[in-house]
Protein backbone atom coordinates (compact mmCIF):
# COMPACT_ATOMS: atom_id res chain seq x y z
CA UNK A 1 0.00 0.00 0.00
CA UNK A 2 1.61 3.04 -1.17
CA UNK A 3 -1.14 5.43 -0.29
CA UNK A 4 -0.95 8.89 1.50
CA UNK A 5 -4.54 9.16 2.69
CA UNK A 6 -5.43 11.75 4.98
CA UNK A 7 -8.71 11.75 7.72
CA UNK A 8 -9.67 14.79 9.26
CA UNK A 9 -11.86 14.32 12.24
CA UNK A 10 -15.86 14.58 12.35
CA UNK A 11 -16.53 18.23 13.88
CA UNK A 12 -18.42 16.59 16.89
CA UNK A 13 -15.54 15.05 17.92
CA UNK A 14 -15.29 18.45 20.08
CA UNK A 15 -17.30 17.42 22.59
CA UNK A 16 -14.88 14.99 23.47
CA UNK A 17 -11.67 17.38 23.49
CA UNK A 18 -14.61 19.82 25.49
CA UNK A 19 -14.51 17.08 28.10
CA UNK A 20 -10.91 17.11 28.54
CA UNK A 21 -10.59 20.78 29.47
CA UNK A 22 -13.62 21.01 31.57
CA UNK A 23 -11.50 21.54 34.96
CA UNK A 24 -10.48 24.81 33.56
CA UNK A 25 -14.33 26.24 33.79
CA UNK A 26 -13.74 24.52 38.08
CA UNK A 27 -10.88 27.27 38.56
CA UNK A 28 -12.68 30.13 38.58
CA UNK A 29 -15.32 29.22 41.16
CA UNK A 30 -12.60 27.41 43.17
CA UNK A 31 -10.96 31.48 42.96
CA UNK A 32 -14.32 32.81 43.95
CA UNK A 33 -15.01 30.38 46.81
CA UNK A 34 -11.27 31.09 48.06
CA UNK A 35 -12.01 35.00 47.92
CA UNK A 36 -15.26 34.81 49.73
CA UNK A 37 -13.57 32.73 52.54
CA UNK A 38 -10.95 35.62 53.27
CA UNK A 39 -13.13 38.54 52.46
CA UNK A 40 -16.77 37.55 52.34
CA UNK A 41 -16.98 39.09 48.91
CA UNK A 42 -16.76 37.37 45.90
CA UNK A 43 -15.81 38.82 42.25
CA UNK A 44 -15.21 38.91 38.75
CA UNK A 45 -15.74 34.84 39.07
CA UNK A 46 -17.94 35.62 36.03
CA UNK A 47 -15.79 37.28 34.05
CA UNK A 48 -12.63 34.64 34.40
CA UNK A 49 -15.50 31.76 33.67
CA UNK A 50 -16.41 33.67 30.43
CA UNK A 51 -12.60 33.51 29.53
CA UNK A 52 -12.12 30.31 30.79
CA UNK A 53 -15.40 29.06 28.33
CA UNK A 54 -13.10 30.88 24.90
CA UNK A 55 -9.90 29.48 26.35
CA UNK A 56 -11.44 25.87 26.15
CA UNK A 57 -13.08 26.67 23.23
CA UNK A 58 -10.12 27.66 21.11
CA UNK A 59 -7.97 25.21 22.28
CA UNK A 60 -10.78 22.15 21.27
CA UNK A 61 -10.73 23.94 18.05
CA UNK A 62 -7.34 24.03 17.64
CA UNK A 63 -7.04 20.40 18.72
CA UNK A 64 -9.84 19.18 16.36
CA UNK A 65 -8.01 20.96 13.34
CA UNK A 66 -4.72 19.36 14.34
CA UNK A 67 -6.39 15.97 14.42
CA UNK A 68 -5.24 14.08 11.62
CA UNK A 69 -4.84 9.91 10.74
CA UNK A 70 -2.80 9.40 7.51
CA UNK A 71 -2.57 5.93 6.03
CA UNK A 72 1.28 5.71 4.01
CA UNK A 73 2.97 2.35 3.49
CA UNK A 74 1.21 0.31 5.44
CA UNK A 75 1.35 2.32 8.46
CA UNK A 76 -1.28 4.39 10.40
CA UNK A 77 -0.34 7.24 11.67
CA UNK A 78 -2.12 9.79 14.22
CA UNK A 79 -1.36 13.05 15.03
CA UNK A 80 -3.10 14.74 17.84
CA UNK A 81 -2.93 17.52 20.69
CA UNK A 82 -1.93 20.95 20.29
CA UNK A 83 0.16 22.21 23.64
CA UNK A 84 1.24 18.54 23.43
CA UNK A 85 1.38 16.90 20.21
CA UNK A 86 1.47 13.24 20.16
CA UNK A 87 2.36 11.56 16.76
CA UNK A 88 1.90 7.82 16.49
CA UNK A 89 2.85 5.45 14.29
CA UNK A 90 1.01 2.29 14.41
CA UNK A 91 1.89 -0.67 11.42
CA UNK A 92 -1.58 -1.97 9.64
CA UNK A 93 -0.53 -5.43 10.52
CA UNK A 94 -0.79 -4.58 14.25
CA UNK A 95 -4.20 -3.77 14.37
CA UNK A 96 -6.36 -6.17 16.44
CA UNK A 97 -9.78 -4.73 15.97
CA UNK A 98 -11.72 -1.77 14.59
CA UNK A 99 -14.72 -1.11 16.25
CA UNK A 100 -17.32 1.56 14.88
CA UNK A 101 -20.29 2.61 16.92
CA UNK A 102 -22.56 5.55 16.39
CA UNK A 103 -26.12 5.90 18.35
CA UNK A 104 -29.16 7.92 16.62
CA UNK A 105 -27.65 11.46 17.24
CA UNK A 106 -24.14 10.40 15.43
CA UNK A 107 -26.41 8.76 12.95
CA UNK A 108 -28.08 12.27 12.26
CA UNK A 109 -25.31 14.10 11.93
CA UNK A 110 -23.19 11.58 9.86
CA UNK A 111 -20.28 10.18 11.84
CA UNK A 112 -19.32 7.10 13.83
CA UNK A 113 -17.10 6.33 16.90
CA UNK A 114 -14.45 4.55 15.46
CA UNK A 115 -12.03 2.82 18.29
CA UNK A 116 -8.54 0.91 16.83
CA UNK A 117 -7.57 -1.71 19.26
CA UNK A 118 -4.00 -3.77 19.45
CA UNK A 119 -2.30 -6.49 21.52
CA UNK A 120 -0.63 -3.06 23.37
CA UNK A 121 -1.83 -0.83 25.43
CA UNK A 122 -4.12 -0.53 28.86
CA UNK A 123 -6.61 -3.37 29.33
CA UNK A 124 -10.22 -1.92 29.20
CA UNK A 125 -8.85 1.04 27.53
CA UNK A 126 -9.56 1.66 23.59
CA UNK A 127 -5.90 2.42 22.03
CA UNK A 128 -7.21 5.38 19.91
CA UNK A 129 -10.42 6.48 19.72
CA UNK A 130 -12.25 9.11 17.87
CA UNK A 131 -14.75 10.43 15.66
CA UNK A 132 -15.16 10.39 11.81
CA UNK A 133 -17.33 11.37 8.65
CA UNK A 134 -19.33 8.05 7.93
CA UNK A 135 -18.04 7.86 4.74
CA UNK A 136 -14.55 7.93 5.66
CA UNK A 137 -14.80 5.06 8.23
CA UNK A 138 -15.57 3.11 5.08
CA UNK A 139 -12.40 4.74 3.21
CA UNK A 140 -10.38 3.90 6.21
CA UNK A 141 -11.61 0.43 7.12
CA UNK A 142 -11.41 -0.94 3.22
CA UNK A 143 -7.90 0.86 3.47
CA UNK A 144 -6.70 -0.93 6.08
CA UNK A 145 -8.73 -4.50 6.10
CA UNK A 146 -9.50 -4.34 2.05
CA UNK A 147 -12.31 -4.40 0.03
CA UNK A 148 -15.52 -4.78 2.00
CA UNK A 149 -16.88 -7.84 2.65
CA UNK A 150 -19.15 -9.37 0.31
CA UNK A 151 -20.81 -12.49 1.82
CA UNK A 152 -23.35 -11.36 4.30
CA UNK A 153 -24.80 -13.90 6.98
CA UNK A 154 -28.08 -12.91 8.88
CA UNK A 155 -29.73 -14.49 11.70
CA UNK A 156 -34.01 -14.75 12.08
CA UNK A 157 -35.66 -12.80 14.54
CA UNK A 158 -35.60 -15.83 16.89
CA UNK A 159 -32.33 -16.44 16.94
CA UNK A 160 -31.51 -13.56 17.80
CA UNK A 161 -34.11 -13.81 20.82
CA UNK A 162 -32.42 -16.61 21.89
CA UNK A 163 -29.30 -15.15 21.78
CA UNK A 164 -30.61 -12.04 23.66
CA UNK A 165 -32.81 -14.08 26.60
CA UNK A 166 -29.44 -16.36 27.05
CA UNK A 167 -27.20 -13.76 27.70
CA UNK A 168 -29.88 -11.68 29.62
CA UNK A 169 -29.69 -12.08 33.65
CA UNK A 170 -31.99 -10.72 36.37
CA UNK A 171 -29.03 -8.91 37.75
CA UNK A 172 -28.47 -6.68 34.74
CA UNK A 173 -31.95 -5.96 34.01
CA UNK A 174 -32.04 -4.62 37.91
CA UNK A 175 -29.11 -2.20 37.15
CA UNK A 176 -30.22 -1.03 33.77
CA UNK A 177 -34.01 -1.52 34.99
CA UNK A 178 -33.80 0.09 39.24
CA UNK A 179 -32.97 3.83 37.72
CA UNK A 180 -35.77 4.23 35.03
CA UNK A 181 -38.46 2.30 37.24
CA UNK A 182 -37.58 4.70 39.79
CA UNK A 183 -36.72 8.08 37.56
CA UNK A 184 -40.60 6.98 35.75
CA UNK A 185 -42.32 6.43 39.17
CA UNK A 186 -41.23 9.64 40.42
CA UNK A 187 -42.36 11.46 36.76
CA UNK A 188 -46.04 9.62 37.24
CA UNK A 189 -45.36 10.72 41.17
CA UNK A 190 -45.56 6.75 42.71
CA UNK A 191 -42.43 5.60 44.60
CA UNK A 192 -40.79 2.59 43.92
CA UNK A 193 -42.42 1.36 47.31
CA UNK A 194 -46.08 2.19 45.85
CA UNK A 195 -44.72 -0.47 42.75
CA UNK A 196 -43.87 -2.47 45.11
CA UNK A 197 -47.08 -2.69 46.99
CA UNK A 198 -48.89 -2.87 43.48
CA UNK A 199 -46.54 -6.30 43.25
CA UNK A 200 -47.33 -7.53 46.37
CA UNK A 201 -51.22 -6.87 45.75
CA UNK A 202 -50.72 -8.94 42.56
CA UNK A 203 -48.91 -11.70 43.84
CA UNK A 204 -51.57 -11.86 46.55
CA UNK A 205 -54.28 -12.88 43.91
CA UNK A 206 -51.72 -15.76 42.47
CA UNK A 207 -53.31 -18.94 44.94
CA UNK A 208 -50.29 -21.00 45.57
CA UNK A 209 -48.82 -22.68 49.00
CA UNK A 210 -46.19 -20.47 49.61
CA UNK A 211 -46.54 -17.02 50.97
CA UNK A 212 -47.24 -13.69 49.11
CA UNK A 213 -43.98 -12.19 49.38
CA UNK A 214 -42.73 -15.51 46.97
CA UNK A 215 -44.80 -14.67 44.43
CA UNK A 216 -43.57 -11.03 44.58
CA UNK A 217 -40.28 -12.41 44.64
CA UNK A 218 -41.12 -14.17 41.65
CA UNK A 219 -43.07 -11.79 39.70
CA UNK A 220 -40.04 -9.27 40.23
CA UNK A 221 -37.55 -11.59 39.40
CA UNK A 222 -39.12 -11.97 36.15
CA UNK A 223 -39.92 -8.49 35.50
CA UNK A 224 -36.23 -6.95 36.02
CA UNK A 225 -35.25 -10.72 34.06
CA UNK A 226 -37.85 -8.69 31.05
CA UNK A 227 -36.65 -5.71 30.83
CA UNK A 228 -32.42 -6.93 30.71
CA UNK A 229 -33.92 -9.22 27.98
CA UNK A 230 -35.46 -5.75 26.31
CA UNK A 231 -32.12 -4.15 26.32
CA UNK A 232 -30.09 -7.29 25.50
CA UNK A 233 -32.55 -7.58 22.29
CA UNK A 234 -32.16 -4.06 21.26
CA UNK A 235 -28.51 -4.13 21.30
CA UNK A 236 -27.77 -7.48 19.26
CA UNK A 237 -31.12 -6.68 16.93
CA UNK A 238 -29.93 -6.90 13.54
CA UNK A 239 -26.87 -9.07 13.98
CA UNK A 240 -24.99 -10.05 10.87
CA UNK A 241 -22.01 -11.30 9.93
CA UNK A 242 -20.34 -10.82 6.51
CA UNK A 243 -17.19 -11.96 5.46
CA UNK A 244 -14.81 -11.55 2.48
CA UNK A 245 -10.73 -12.50 1.62
CA UNK A 246 -9.63 -12.22 4.91
CA UNK A 247 -12.06 -9.31 6.76
CA UNK A 248 -14.55 -10.43 9.14
CA UNK A 249 -17.48 -7.65 9.75
CA UNK A 250 -20.10 -8.10 12.89
CA UNK A 251 -22.59 -5.66 12.74
CA UNK A 252 -25.87 -4.83 15.67
CA UNK A 253 -27.72 -2.83 17.33
CA UNK A 254 -30.76 -0.94 16.98
CA UNK A 255 -30.51 2.28 19.09
CA UNK A 256 -27.01 1.96 19.75
CA UNK A 257 -25.21 0.77 15.99
CA UNK A 258 -22.30 -1.64 16.69
CA UNK A 259 -19.95 -2.44 14.05
CA UNK A 260 -16.39 -4.76 14.76
CA UNK A 261 -13.78 -5.65 12.01
CA UNK A 262 -10.93 -7.48 12.20
CA UNK A 263 -8.54 -9.46 10.06
CA UNK A 264 -9.44 -13.69 10.19
CA UNK A 265 -5.31 -13.49 10.88
CA UNK A 266 -6.04 -11.52 14.13
CA UNK A 267 -8.26 -14.18 15.99
CA UNK A 268 -6.26 -16.24 18.43
CA UNK A 269 -9.13 -19.04 19.59
CA UNK A 270 -12.66 -20.04 18.30
CA UNK A 271 -15.02 -20.57 21.37
CA UNK A 272 -17.74 -22.49 20.96
CA UNK A 273 -20.16 -21.71 24.33
CA UNK A 274 -23.58 -23.26 25.87
CA UNK A 275 -25.27 -21.62 28.32
CA UNK A 276 -28.18 -23.78 30.25
CA UNK A 277 -30.95 -21.80 28.28
CA UNK A 278 -28.84 -22.72 25.01
CA UNK A 279 -29.27 -26.54 26.36
CA UNK A 280 -32.88 -26.82 26.63
CA UNK A 281 -32.90 -25.84 22.85
CA UNK A 282 -29.99 -27.94 21.89
CA UNK A 283 -28.14 -24.55 20.50
CA UNK A 284 -24.78 -23.20 20.97
CA UNK A 285 -23.56 -19.54 20.06
CA UNK A 286 -19.66 -19.08 18.87
CA UNK A 287 -17.21 -16.58 19.72
CA UNK A 288 -13.73 -15.43 18.89
CA UNK A 289 -11.28 -14.26 20.75
CA UNK A 290 -8.96 -11.09 19.11
CA UNK A 291 -5.90 -10.73 20.44
CA UNK A 292 -6.17 -6.67 20.76
CA UNK A 293 -7.57 -4.69 24.38
CA UNK A 294 -10.70 -3.54 23.44
CA UNK A 295 -13.41 -1.54 25.16
CA UNK A 296 -16.89 -3.00 26.36
CA UNK A 297 -16.75 -6.37 25.07
CA UNK A 298 -13.11 -6.78 25.94
CA UNK A 299 -10.97 -9.02 23.38
CA UNK A 300 -14.50 -11.48 22.42
CA UNK A 301 -16.40 -10.97 19.62
CA UNK A 302 -19.83 -12.99 19.26
CA UNK A 303 -19.90 -14.27 15.51
CA UNK A 304 -22.65 -16.57 15.83
CA UNK A 305 -26.04 -16.02 18.33
CA UNK A 306 -27.09 -19.21 18.30
CA UNK A 307 -26.90 -22.73 15.73
CA UNK A 308 -26.62 -26.29 16.19
CA UNK A 309 -22.98 -27.22 16.70
CA UNK A 310 -23.14 -29.18 13.15
CA UNK A 311 -24.33 -26.35 11.49
CA UNK A 312 -21.74 -24.02 12.97
CA UNK A 313 -19.23 -26.94 12.32
CA UNK A 314 -20.13 -26.75 8.79
CA UNK A 315 -20.58 -23.47 7.98
CA UNK A 316 -17.70 -21.63 9.48
CA UNK A 317 -14.91 -24.14 8.93
CA UNK A 318 -13.68 -22.51 5.45
CA UNK A 319 -13.37 -19.31 7.84
CA UNK A 320 -11.66 -20.54 11.11
CA UNK A 321 -9.99 -24.00 9.77
CA UNK A 322 -9.15 -24.38 13.74
CA UNK A 323 -12.84 -25.78 13.65
CA UNK A 324 -11.99 -28.22 11.49
CA UNK A 325 -9.44 -30.33 13.32
CA UNK A 326 -9.70 -33.76 14.34
CA UNK A 327 -7.06 -35.21 16.92
CA UNK A 328 -7.36 -37.67 20.31
CA UNK A 329 -8.82 -36.66 23.37
CA UNK A 330 -7.27 -37.14 26.72
CA UNK A 331 -10.67 -37.79 28.95
CA UNK A 332 -11.69 -37.83 32.24
CA UNK A 333 -11.97 -41.05 33.73
CA UNK A 334 -14.56 -42.75 34.32
CA UNK A 335 -15.01 -45.04 37.37
CA UNK A 336 -17.00 -44.87 39.95
CA UNK A 337 -14.30 -43.11 42.46
CA UNK A 338 -14.28 -40.13 39.57
CA UNK A 339 -17.82 -39.98 38.94
CA UNK A 340 -17.58 -39.56 43.17
CA UNK A 341 -15.13 -37.00 43.03
CA UNK A 342 -17.18 -34.86 40.45
CA UNK A 343 -20.45 -35.61 42.78
CA UNK A 344 -18.69 -34.30 46.19
CA UNK A 345 -19.48 -30.89 45.96
CA UNK A 346 -22.98 -31.10 44.64
CA UNK A 347 -23.16 -33.36 47.70
CA UNK A 348 -21.97 -31.35 50.34
CA UNK A 349 -23.66 -28.17 49.16
CA UNK A 350 -27.58 -30.61 49.43
CA UNK A 351 -26.35 -31.96 53.00
CA UNK A 352 -25.91 -27.81 53.90
CA UNK A 353 -29.00 -26.65 52.15
CA UNK A 354 -30.78 -29.49 54.23
CA UNK A 355 -29.14 -28.89 57.31
CA UNK A 356 -30.00 -25.30 57.21
CA UNK A 357 -33.34 -24.90 55.83
CA UNK A 358 -34.51 -27.49 58.82
CA UNK A 359 -32.28 -25.62 60.98
CA UNK A 360 -33.94 -22.31 60.01
CA UNK A 361 -37.47 -24.02 60.15
CA UNK A 362 -37.23 -25.20 63.57
CA UNK A 363 -35.90 -21.91 64.44
CA UNK A 364 -38.35 -19.76 62.84
CA UNK A 365 -41.30 -21.81 62.48
CA UNK A 366 -43.64 -19.27 61.91
CA UNK A 367 -41.54 -18.53 58.59
CA UNK A 368 -41.61 -22.19 57.18
CA UNK A 369 -43.24 -21.77 53.56
CA UNK A 370 -40.87 -19.13 52.90
CA UNK A 371 -37.79 -20.87 53.82
CA UNK A 372 -39.16 -23.87 52.26
CA UNK A 373 -39.80 -22.20 49.16
CA UNK A 374 -35.89 -21.42 49.54
CA UNK A 375 -34.54 -24.18 50.39
CA UNK A 376 -36.41 -25.72 47.25
CA UNK A 377 -35.31 -23.17 44.83
CA UNK A 378 -31.27 -24.04 46.16
CA UNK A 379 -32.31 -27.57 45.84
CA UNK A 380 -33.05 -27.27 42.10
CA UNK A 381 -29.67 -25.32 41.46
CA UNK A 382 -27.79 -27.56 43.36
CA UNK A 383 -29.60 -30.69 41.60
CA UNK A 384 -28.89 -28.75 37.94
CA UNK A 385 -25.07 -28.57 39.22
CA UNK A 386 -25.07 -32.23 40.28
CA UNK A 387 -26.36 -32.32 36.37
CA UNK A 388 -23.59 -30.28 35.40
CA UNK A 389 -21.03 -31.98 37.47
CA UNK A 390 -22.01 -35.26 35.62
CA UNK A 391 -21.52 -33.66 32.33
CA UNK A 392 -18.01 -32.45 33.28
CA UNK A 393 -16.60 -36.05 33.37
CA UNK A 394 -18.89 -36.97 29.98
CA UNK A 395 -17.99 -33.86 27.76
CA UNK A 396 -14.10 -32.71 29.23
CA UNK A 397 -11.24 -33.54 27.81
CA UNK A 398 -8.51 -31.77 26.24
CA UNK A 399 -6.28 -32.73 22.95
CA UNK A 400 -2.79 -31.26 21.78
CA UNK A 401 -1.64 -31.32 18.31
CA UNK A 402 -0.92 -28.56 16.23
CA UNK A 403 -3.97 -27.19 17.44
CA UNK A 404 -5.25 -27.69 20.98
CA UNK A 405 -9.16 -28.19 21.89
CA UNK A 406 -9.98 -27.79 24.93
CA UNK A 407 -13.64 -29.28 26.68
CA UNK A 408 -15.00 -28.02 29.91
CA UNK A 409 -17.85 -26.40 31.77
CA UNK A 410 -16.99 -23.34 33.88
CA UNK A 411 -20.11 -22.16 35.99
CA UNK A 412 -22.99 -23.85 34.31
CA UNK A 413 -21.64 -22.82 30.53
CA UNK A 414 -20.40 -25.49 28.68
CA UNK A 415 -17.02 -24.27 26.11
CA UNK A 416 -15.34 -25.88 23.54
CA UNK A 417 -12.49 -24.15 22.52
CA UNK A 418 -9.94 -24.26 19.75
CA UNK A 419 -7.12 -23.03 18.88
CA UNK A 420 -3.60 -22.69 17.47
CA UNK A 421 -0.73 -24.59 19.54
CA UNK A 422 1.69 -21.01 19.36
CA UNK A 423 -1.67 -19.00 20.57
CA UNK A 424 -1.54 -21.35 23.91
CA UNK A 425 0.03 -18.75 26.59
CA UNK A 426 0.01 -20.86 29.66
CA UNK A 427 -0.99 -24.37 30.68
CA UNK A 428 -1.13 -25.17 34.34
CA UNK A 429 -1.43 -28.52 35.67
CA UNK A 430 -2.70 -28.59 39.45
CA UNK A 431 -2.58 -31.98 41.47
CA UNK A 432 -4.36 -32.26 45.28
CA UNK A 433 -3.25 -35.05 47.01
CA UNK A 434 -6.38 -36.94 46.11
CA UNK A 435 -5.13 -36.93 42.38
CA UNK A 436 -1.26 -37.80 43.36
CA UNK A 437 -3.40 -41.37 44.68
CA UNK A 438 -5.37 -41.51 42.00
CA UNK A 439 -2.23 -40.42 39.52
CA UNK A 440 -4.56 -37.47 38.02
CA UNK A 441 -4.62 -34.10 37.56
CA UNK A 442 -6.77 -31.41 36.39
CA UNK A 443 -5.69 -29.04 33.92
CA UNK A 444 -6.22 -25.80 32.86
CA UNK A 445 -5.31 -23.84 29.02
CA UNK A 446 -5.25 -20.16 28.15
CA UNK A 447 -4.38 -18.30 25.66
CA UNK A 448 -2.19 -16.12 24.64
CA UNK A 449 -3.58 -12.64 25.99
CA UNK A 450 -5.18 -11.36 28.72
CA UNK A 451 -8.76 -11.63 29.46
CA UNK A 452 -9.01 -14.25 26.52
CA UNK A 453 -10.48 -17.45 26.89
CA UNK A 454 -9.67 -20.48 29.62
CA UNK A 455 -10.88 -23.55 29.80
CA UNK A 456 -10.52 -26.18 32.56
CA UNK A 457 -10.76 -29.69 32.36
CA UNK A 458 -10.53 -32.05 35.77
CA UNK A 459 -9.11 -35.48 36.50
CA UNK A 460 -7.58 -35.93 33.72
CA UNK A 461 -4.80 -39.02 33.67
CA UNK A 462 -1.83 -37.31 34.12
CA UNK A 463 0.94 -39.88 32.78
CA UNK A 464 -0.74 -39.63 29.69
CA UNK A 465 -1.21 -35.83 29.18
CA UNK A 466 2.69 -35.04 30.51
CA UNK A 467 3.72 -37.07 27.79
CA UNK A 468 1.34 -35.38 25.41
CA UNK A 469 2.66 -31.40 26.45
CA UNK A 470 5.99 -32.92 26.23
CA UNK A 471 5.66 -34.49 23.06
CA UNK A 472 3.70 -31.33 21.47
CA UNK A 473 6.10 -28.63 23.55
CA UNK A 474 9.51 -30.21 23.94
CA UNK A 475 8.60 -28.68 27.79
CA UNK A 476 9.45 -31.74 30.41
CA UNK A 477 8.08 -31.57 34.00
CA UNK A 478 10.29 -31.34 36.91
CA UNK B 1 22.53 2.78 16.43
CA UNK B 2 23.17 4.04 19.90
CA UNK B 3 21.25 7.53 20.69
CA UNK B 4 21.71 9.75 24.27
CA UNK B 5 19.64 12.28 25.16
CA UNK B 6 21.76 15.71 24.27
CA UNK B 7 23.35 18.17 26.83
CA UNK B 8 20.15 20.60 25.93
CA UNK B 9 17.50 17.62 27.46
CA UNK B 10 19.66 18.51 31.17
CA UNK B 11 18.55 21.97 30.28
CA UNK B 12 15.16 21.39 30.06
CA UNK B 13 15.01 19.22 32.82
CA UNK B 14 16.80 22.06 35.10
CA UNK B 15 13.58 24.44 33.54
CA UNK B 16 11.07 22.18 34.19
CA UNK B 17 12.23 21.80 37.84
CA UNK B 18 12.96 25.47 38.25
CA UNK B 19 9.25 25.98 37.32
CA UNK B 20 7.98 23.45 39.96
CA UNK B 21 10.74 25.03 42.46
CA UNK B 22 8.85 28.80 41.71
CA UNK B 23 5.23 27.23 41.90
CA UNK B 24 6.12 25.87 45.51
CA UNK B 25 8.16 28.56 46.75
CA UNK B 26 5.42 30.98 45.43
CA UNK B 27 2.58 28.54 47.39
CA UNK B 28 4.78 28.79 50.15
CA UNK B 29 5.43 32.79 50.38
CA UNK B 30 1.54 33.22 49.81
CA UNK B 31 0.82 30.88 52.50
CA UNK B 32 3.27 32.87 55.03
CA UNK B 33 1.78 35.95 54.92
CA UNK B 34 -1.96 34.31 55.53
CA UNK B 35 -0.77 31.81 58.41
CA UNK B 36 2.82 32.77 59.94
CA UNK B 37 6.58 33.69 58.08
CA UNK B 38 7.60 30.59 59.99
CA UNK B 39 7.07 28.52 57.11
CA UNK B 40 9.46 30.48 54.89
CA UNK B 41 12.20 27.86 56.39
CA UNK B 42 10.74 25.55 54.35
CA UNK B 43 11.97 27.07 51.67
CA UNK B 44 16.01 26.01 52.50
CA UNK B 45 15.00 22.25 52.18
CA UNK B 46 13.36 22.73 49.36
CA UNK B 47 15.94 24.80 47.69
CA UNK B 48 18.61 22.41 48.64
CA UNK B 49 16.91 19.64 46.68
CA UNK B 50 16.68 22.03 43.77
CA UNK B 51 20.09 22.22 44.06
CA UNK B 52 20.66 18.31 44.53
CA UNK B 53 18.02 17.37 41.72
CA UNK B 54 19.49 20.03 39.42
CA UNK B 55 23.38 19.99 39.35
CA UNK B 56 23.93 15.88 41.01
CA UNK B 57 20.99 14.08 39.85
CA UNK B 58 20.22 15.45 36.23
CA UNK B 59 23.94 15.18 34.63
CA UNK B 60 24.03 11.91 35.80
CA UNK B 61 20.61 10.95 34.48
CA UNK B 62 21.05 12.08 31.07
CA UNK B 63 24.64 10.70 31.00
CA UNK B 64 23.37 7.43 32.16
CA UNK B 65 20.34 7.33 29.64
CA UNK B 66 21.26 5.55 26.52
CA UNK B 67 18.37 4.42 23.82
CA UNK B 68 20.14 1.30 21.89
CA UNK B 69 17.77 0.25 18.82
CA UNK B 70 19.07 -2.59 16.56
CA UNK B 71 17.46 -5.32 14.46
CA UNK B 72 17.12 -7.71 17.44
CA UNK B 73 14.60 -4.82 19.74
CA UNK B 74 15.23 -1.78 21.73
CA UNK B 75 17.06 -1.08 24.61
CA UNK B 76 16.34 1.52 26.85
CA UNK B 77 18.84 2.38 29.82
CA UNK B 78 19.00 4.97 32.42
CA UNK B 79 19.63 5.40 36.06
CA UNK B 80 21.45 7.18 38.90
CA UNK B 81 20.32 5.51 41.90
CA UNK B 82 18.83 2.31 40.70
CA UNK B 83 20.10 1.24 36.61
CA UNK B 84 16.99 0.22 34.67
CA UNK B 85 17.35 -1.11 31.42
CA UNK B 86 14.44 -2.48 29.55
CA UNK B 87 14.39 -4.49 26.44
CA UNK B 88 12.22 -5.04 23.87
CA UNK B 89 12.11 -7.69 20.80
CA UNK B 90 11.57 -5.46 17.68
CA UNK B 91 9.04 -8.03 16.38
CA UNK B 92 6.73 -7.19 19.73
CA UNK B 93 6.82 -3.80 19.16
CA UNK B 94 2.81 -2.70 18.30
CA UNK B 95 3.55 0.96 17.62
CA UNK B 96 6.15 3.86 18.18
CA UNK B 97 4.28 7.50 19.78
CA UNK B 98 6.72 10.64 19.58
CA UNK B 99 5.46 13.39 21.80
CA UNK B 100 6.59 16.75 22.08
CA UNK B 101 5.85 19.86 24.63
CA UNK B 102 6.08 23.64 23.93
CA UNK B 103 8.97 23.63 25.75
CA UNK B 104 10.69 20.45 24.23
CA UNK B 105 9.82 21.54 20.32
CA UNK B 106 11.81 24.82 21.28
CA UNK B 107 14.68 22.84 22.28
CA UNK B 108 14.54 20.96 19.45
CA UNK B 109 13.71 17.65 21.18
CA UNK B 110 11.22 14.88 22.02
CA UNK B 111 10.27 11.80 23.73
CA UNK B 112 9.43 8.33 22.47
CA UNK B 113 7.50 5.54 23.56
CA UNK B 114 7.61 1.90 22.41
CA UNK B 115 4.22 0.25 22.82
CA UNK B 116 4.57 -3.44 23.09
CA UNK B 117 2.10 -6.72 24.40
CA UNK B 118 1.74 -5.25 27.82
CA UNK B 119 4.87 -2.79 27.97
CA UNK B 120 5.16 0.58 27.28
CA UNK B 121 9.30 2.49 27.67
CA UNK B 122 9.00 6.16 27.30
CA UNK B 123 12.69 7.34 26.37
CA UNK B 124 13.71 11.03 27.84
CA UNK B 125 13.92 13.38 25.08
CA UNK B 126 16.26 13.30 22.49
CA UNK B 127 16.84 15.26 19.12
CA UNK B 128 13.99 14.98 17.07
CA UNK B 129 15.66 13.84 13.99
CA UNK B 130 17.31 11.05 15.96
CA UNK B 131 13.70 9.97 17.30
CA UNK B 132 12.36 10.05 13.78
CA UNK B 133 15.43 8.20 12.82
CA UNK B 134 14.67 5.31 15.15
CA UNK B 135 10.96 5.62 14.28
CA UNK B 136 11.79 4.66 10.57
CA UNK B 137 14.33 1.92 12.03
CA UNK B 138 11.94 0.17 13.56
CA UNK B 139 9.22 0.63 10.77
CA UNK B 140 11.77 -0.76 8.40
CA UNK B 141 13.05 -3.88 11.39
CA UNK B 142 9.38 -4.71 11.45
CA UNK B 143 8.16 -4.56 7.30
CA UNK B 144 11.11 -7.06 6.99
CA UNK B 145 9.98 -9.10 10.13
CA UNK B 146 6.59 -9.29 8.25
CA UNK B 147 8.00 -10.30 4.96
CA UNK B 148 9.87 -12.87 6.61
Known amino acids: MND ?112 INTESGIYGKKDFSFKLYKTDVDRLLDMVYGKKPQIEVRFTAEKIALLSATASSALTGLIVGGPIIYRLGKLLNIGVLAVLNDITELSKSIKSYFPPIVNAITIAFIAVYGVSFLVALARNMFFRISVGGKRVEIKSGLYYKRQRTFLVSS ?103 LFLFGGLVSLGFDLYFGFISVKKQNTGGISFGEEVVAKGISGYTYYEMYTKKNNIGKITVKRYPVDVIQNTCRVSVAVRSESADKVKVLVLPYEKLKNKIEKVYGIKSH | MTVTPPKKTGTLLKIRLGIIFLLLSGIIVYLS ?68 TPLSRAFGVCSVSFSGVKAKVKTPEILIADAMKITKYIENEKAKGYER
Open chain 1, 4 to 115: NTLFKAHPVFIYNMLKRFVFVLILPVLKGAVQYVLYRRISGVILLESVALVFILFLSVWRLVSFRIVIKDDYLYITDGVIIKKRAALPIAEISTITVTADFILDLLKAKNVS
Open chain 1, 267 to 369: VKDVCIAQTPLMRAFRIYTMRVGIGGYGGENGEKSTVVPAMTKKDLKSGFSSLFPVLNCKTEFINPKKDSFSRRRFLLLPNIYALLIFGITAGLIILLPSFER
Open chain 2, 33 to 100: FLFSFALLYALIPLFALYLFISFFYIPRFISSTSVYVSSEGVTVTYGVFIKTEHILPVLRLVFTETTV
